[in-house]
C-alpha cells in the first residue's frame, strides 16, 4: 500500500492539492486544489449528486452560508460543547489535544473524560511534555469554532460554520413549504465547514477548512415512510458492534434488514443510507475489507443521539472516519424551535403535528478523496512510472490528446480531433517529449485515454487509443471516437 508521504509528493507536484498561500508559509490545514484537483473534486461530488440526490425523488439541495450568527450556534451547542481538552507545555509552551496525546502515549482509551480526569491521569502517568520534557498544565477546553465579528463596528458576533448541517436546520420550513414537501423529505448540501483544530496534521485528513457533503433526512417518527428500503434490505455491510469492540471482537457482516430487525440499526433510514454508502465507496473502488460501520461507544456519543455510525477506512495510518451517519433525532429541530420562536414543527395530513427525526450522513471529501488516492496509487515497477487507477467517472481528463511527431501535418490533425473531443469532455493536448513520456505524465493523473494521432491517420482518419488500465492500443475512426470513449467510460 501507498502511504501518506507518497500522496502528498504527488498531489504537491502535480499542483492536485497544496498548501494554501504556500509562498508565505502556508496556513496549517488550509489546501488549496489545482487545475487536477479541481477537476477530480468536480466529478466526485457529481457522482456523489447522482448517487444520492438525482436518484431519488425527495431530496432537495440548499447552498448556505459559512458564516453564522451566534445565536444558531447556541441553539445547536456547538459553543458551549464543541470542545476539545487541550494542554500545555509549562516550559516550551507547546499545546497538546489532551486525549489524543494520552492514548498515544498510554495507549489508554480517554474519550469523553473530564479535564479533571484527564489531568489526573497526566500525573498518574508521569507524562511530560515530548518536546523538552517540561511539565504539563492542567487540561482545559478549548472551543474549535472560528470566530468573528459581522458589521464594521463588529456588533455582531459570529462564526465559521463548523458544520454544514445547521443551514439546513435553520433553512427546513422555509424549504419544506417551497417545496410543498411532506415527510420524509431530505435536504443535501455540500459546502465548506471550519474547525481550529489543535493539530492539523496528516496532510488533508485533519484540516481546519474542508468539504462536507451532508443529508438531513426528515422524517415522521411514527413512520419513517422509508418506501425503497426493501431495494436495500438484503446488501450486506460490515459492522464493528459495540460488543465487539469492548471484547476486541471482529466486525461482523451482516444483511440489512437483519441489522434494522435486530436493533443493531436504530431504524430503516439508518440502514438505507449506510446500504448506500457500502455500495457508493465500492463503486468508486475501495475493497470492501477495508471499510466498517463502527458502532460508536456510549461516551463518544452525543447525549440526544439515537446512534453513531462512522464509515471508516482502512487507511496506511490505520482506521479513520470519513463518513459520520448519525441519528440526530428530534435535537436540532427542538433546539432551534425554542431558541429562535418559530415553531418548526410539520402538520401531517393525519392532523398530528410532528417534529420531525432526523437521520444524517456527513460525508468529509478530503478523507474520501485521500482514500480514492491512496486506494489507486501504483507504483509500477514494469511500467517504470507511478499511475493512478483512478475510477474513471472520477478521472481528471477523459483523454490526452498526442500527435505523434511534431510536424507533416499532424499538429494541425491532433488539434482537430482535441477540438471535436473537448465539446463532450474534458481532455488535454500534449506535445512535448517523447511519447512514452506524455503517456507517463497522463497515467500519474489517472487519465484512462491516451489519444495518438500518427501517419496513418492522415490516410484513414483512425487514432491509436491507448488504454491506461492494460496499455493496450487500437485503432478507432475519428468520427467513433466520442461514443467510444463515452462507452468505455461507463
Ligand atoms: N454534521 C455532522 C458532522 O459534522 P463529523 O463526524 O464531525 O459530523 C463529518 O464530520 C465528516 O467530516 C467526517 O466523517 C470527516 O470525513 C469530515 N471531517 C471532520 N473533521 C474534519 C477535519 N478536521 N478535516 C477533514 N475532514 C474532517
Redesign the pocket.
Known amino acids: 500500500m501507498a502511504k501518506l508521504e507518497d500522496i502528498q509528493r504527488l498531489c504537491l507536484s502535480r499542483a492536485i492539492i497544496f498548501p494554501t498561500a504556500e509562498i508565505y508559509g502556508g496556513l496549517s490545514?488550509c489546501f488549496d486544489y489545482g487545475p487536477i484537483g479541481v477537476l477530480i473534486k468536480r466529478k466526485f461530488l457529481d457522482y456523489w449528486r447522482q448517487f444520492f440526490v438525482k436518484n431519488e425523488d425527495n431530496i432537495f439541495e440548499l447552498d448556505g452560508a459559512v458564516i453564522l450568527p451566534e445565536k444558531v450556534l447556541i441553539a445547536s451547542g456547538h459553543v458551549e460543547s464543541f470542545v476539545d481538552p487541550i494542554t500545555q507545555c509549562e516550559k516550551c509552551k507547546s499545546i497538546y489535544r489532551a486525549d489524543n496525546f494520552i492514548e498515544e502515549k498510554t495507549g489508554r482509551f480517554v474519550e469523553g473524560k473530564s479535564p479533571q480526569e484527564l489531568t489526573k491521569i497526566i500525573r498518574e502517568e508521569k507524562l511530560v511534555c515530548p518536546n523538552c520534557k517540561g511539565s504539563l498544565s492542567e487540561v482545559r477546553m478549548f472551543n474549535l469554532m472560528f470566530k468573528t465579528f459581522a458589521g464594521p463596528t463588529g456588533e455582531q458576533t459570529a462564526y465559521l460554520r463548523?458544520?454544514?448541517?445547521q443551514n439546513i436546520f435553520t433553512g427546513f420550513e422555509r424549504v419544506f413549504r417551497a417545496v410543498r414537501g411532506k415527510l420524509p423529505l431530505g435536504i443535501a448540501q455540500h459546502g465548506h465547514?471550519f474547525?481550529n483544530?489543535i493539530s492539523?496534521r496528516q496532510f488533508?485528513?485533519?484540516?481546519?477548512e474542508?468539504n462536507?457533503i451532508?443529508i438531513e433526512m426528515f422524517f415522521d417518527p411514527e413512520n419513517d415512510g422509508c418506501e425503497r428500503f426493501d431495494e436495500v434490505k438484503d446488501k450486506e455491510i460490515i459492522i464493528m458492534t459495540r460488543e465487539a469492540q469492548l471484547k476486541n471482537g471482529e466486525a461482523v457482516k451482516v444483511k440489512v434488514g437483519e441489522a434494522v430487525k435486530k436493533n443493531i440499526l436504530p431504524n430503516k433510514w439508518m440502514g438505507y443510507f449506510l446500504a448506500k454508502e457500502f455500495e457508493f465507496f465500492k463503486s468508486l473502488g475501495i475493497k470492501e475489507e477495508n471499510m466498517r460501520f463502527r458502532h460508536m461507544l456510549p461516551e463518544e456519543t452525543p447525549h440526544y443521539s439515537g446512534g453513531n455510525f462512522?464509515?471508516e477506512i482502512k487507511f496506511d495510518f490505520g482506521w479513520k472516519?470519513?463518513?459520520?451517519n448519525?441519528y440526530r433525532t428530534d435535537h436540532d429541530l427542538k433546539n432551534h424551535s425554542k431558541f429562535s420562536g418559530e415553531d418548526l414543527s410539520v402538520a401531517l395530513p393525519d392532523g398530528r403535528k410532528v417534529l420531525p427525526h432526523v437521520v444524517?450522513p456527513?460525508?468529509?471529501l478530503?478523507?474520501?478523496l485521500y482514500a480514492i488516492l491512496l486506494e489507486s496509487y501504483v507504483d509500477d515497477k514494469e511500467r517504470g512510472w507511478v499511475w493512478l487507477k483512478l475510477p474513471k467517472k472520477i478521472a481528471p481528463y477523459a483523454a490526452g490528446v498526442y500527435p505523434l511527431v511534431n510536424k507533416d501535418k499532424l499538429p494541425d490533425k491532433a488539434r482537430e480531433v482535441y477540438k471535436l473531443l473537448k465539446k463532450e469532455f474534458d481532455v488535454f493536448f500534449d506535445d512535448s517529449g517523447s511519447i512514452g513520456k506524455r503517456y507517463a505524465r497522463a497515467d500519474e493523473i489517472g487519465v484512462p485515454f491516451g489519444i495518438t494521432i500518427d501517419y496513418q491517420t492522415l490516410e484513414d482518419d483512425t487514432v491509436t487509443v491507448r488504454d491506461r488500465d492494460t496499455t493496450k492500443q487500437e485503432r478507432v475512426k475519428i468520427e467513433e471516437l466520442i461514443n467510444f470513449i463515452k462507452n468505455r467510460l461507463n
Open positions: 490545514g463548523p458544520e454544514s448541517a465547514a474547525r483544530e492539523a488533508v485528513i485533519r484540516s481546519r474542508f462536507q451532508e462512522d464509515l472516519e470519513v463518513v459520520g448519525a444524517e456527513s460525508f468529509g478530503e478523507r474520501i
